[in-house]
């Protein structure tokens, strides 16, 4: 009864700011909704010269392009959708010579009502692909069975050496649409033996001022525990002016425990037991009708470990095939905070009529820090010179530009051509921590730092490319 006293209290809540600030009719909808345990959202749309008025979902409306809105109008919606993944150049889907899917905004709000986790949403969408994991891990969601580079708005998220966790880097409420192309590509640099995903974020709008608002709650179904309640919000603004528009969206939201279909609780697996905080800031400005600057900053942080639950390795000492089973082990106090923390910083500058082509330059900067959760291997019988208390962490950081010209001869030629620049330190490492501490304190104390592979440092690509169209 406290959980669901909770849970009516906090859907109260929300449907008073609703309808204090918003729309009476809308918080009296949910007053009346009997899903009061199932994730409940809702966006509110406000332009600035109609204060008073108010009305769900309209951006996403606006936003969506009217040949998706019936069924008769997709096949056209179809051959005029654009991506900009396969060629760099926006081009047909059509005319692409590659396998291409394109994940639109809709879609992926579809699959949040599910799981907030984004290698399980592409994983439910994307043909191909391996299917969900349910771990914020890409180690067994290939592409095609081969590893796929990811971008956030062509920006590489894929270290030298990590830890499979490229996806878990932005939050999926700032994604636009997903663009995948797949088999072996080099257009981006390494890393695409599978194929590429290109995550686009929101852009600005053609709306003097758009105010977005979400909150969500979900439960457990098989268990209606305290610790299975989770809850989202998000607040985002976007406006535009003659020549400049902007964006920007700030989410958090907290996935508690999860449960089997007995009632059992499932052990910390990096998607429960978490909390997510992501932001993005969009700018763009057009100098003229042929020159355009655009910058975007996002940020993700993720934590990994908001539980004092772990797997009992008692388990593994049991014959036959064994349910995992979690632990209490109370609460553990980390040194190192098990979290992951990314920033993307994008510059892009397009000029539409420069020496009889386009010219297209983009400068970036990705910052990934990782520290995973502990790992206890005593009594497994490893060998004496491995850690048996440890933790796993990643130090990643790369820069570079783009500079490519696409310059049109005639009508059925083309030449797109260019360089691309990387530059790129990465260090993978071993925490080794103190045992009699943690046995008797539960404190997890650093003792030493290990390479856990050798540091790495630099890469420099050129690239050019011949386009004959008809």
């Known amino acids: 009864m406290a959980i669901l006293s909770r849970l009516v209290s906090y859907n109260l809540l929300a449907s008073l700011i609703l309808a204090v600030f918003i729309q009476p009719s809308l918080a009296n909808s949910l007053l009346t909704r009997g899903d009061n345990l199932e994730t409940y ?51 047909s889907v059509l005319d692409v010579p ?11 709000q579809q699959q949040r009502q599910l799981t907030n986790n984004l290698p399980d949403i592409l994983g439910n969408l994307v043909p191909g692909l391996g299917p969900p994991t349910f771990q914020n891990s890409t180690r067994n ?13 062509g920006v590489p998220q894929n270290p030298n050496s990590g830890f499979n966790t490229e996806l878990n880097t932005i939050d999926p409420d700032v994604i636009e649409r997903i663009e995948i192309v797949r088999g072996p590509s080099a257009i981006y640099g390494d890393g695409a033996t599978g194929g590429i995903i290109n995550i686009i ?24 525990e305290e610790d299975s309640f989770g809850f989202g919000a998000r607040i985002g603004a976007a406006g535009s002016d003659e020549r400049t528009n902007l964006r920007a969206i700030l989410s958090y939201d907290v996935t508690n425990a999860r449960f089997d279909a007995n009632g059992d609780r499932v052990p910390p697996n990096r998607v429960a037991d978490t909390d997510r905080l992501g932001f993005l800031a969009k700018l763009g400005h057009e100098f003229t009708d042929q020159q355009r600057l655009g910058l ?7 934590n990994l470990d908001n539980t004092s639950f772990i797997s009992d390795s008692s388990i593994l000492d049991i014959p036959g095939l064994q349910t995992a089973q979690a632990i209490d082990i109370g609460e553990i106090g980390y040194e190192e905070d098990p979290e992951q923390i990314n920033h993307v910083f994008n510059l892009t500058y397009t ?13 970036y900067y990705r ?12 009594g497994r019988g490893r060998p004496d010179f491995q850690p048996q208390l440890f933790q796993t962490a990643l130090d990643s950081s790369e820069w570079g530009g783009r500079a490519q010209f696409d310059t049109e001869f005639s009508d059925n030629f083309s030449l797109l051509w260019g360089a691309d620049y990387g530059q790129e330190e990465n260090e993978r490492l071993v925490l080794v921590l103190d045992i009699p501490t943690f046995d008797a304190t539960n404190e997890l104390n650093v003792a030493e730092e290990a390479a856990q592979t050798p540091k790495y440092d630099g890469s420099i690509a050129v690239s050019g490319r011949l386009i004959n169209s008809s």
């Open 141 to 153: 969601l290939s592409l095609r069975g081969r590893t796929a580079l990811i971008l956030i708005d």
């Open 41 to 91: 959202s809702e966006d509110v749309t406000v332009a600035d010269h109609l204060p008073m008025l108010a009305q769900i979902s309209t951006e996403e409306v606006q936003e969506i392009d009217a040949a998706e809105e019936s069924e008769s109008d997709e096949t056209e919606e179809d051959t005029l959708r654009i991506v900009v993944t396969a060629t760099r150049t926006e081009e």
């Open 98 to 108: 590659r396998s291409v899917t394109v994940i639109n905004r809709e879609q992926i």
């Open 296 to 302: 975007t900053y996002s940020f993700y942080k993720e």
């Open 201 to 224: 974020t929101r852009a600005g709008t053609d709306e003097p001022i758009v105010y977005n608002l979400g909150v969500s709650t979900s439960v457990g179904p098989t268990s209606v």
């Open 351 to 363: 000029h539409n009529k420069l020496l009889s082509s386009q010219l297209d330059v983009q400068l």
């Open 367 to 378: 910052d990934t820090e990782l520290a995973q959760r502990f790992s206890d291997i005593r």
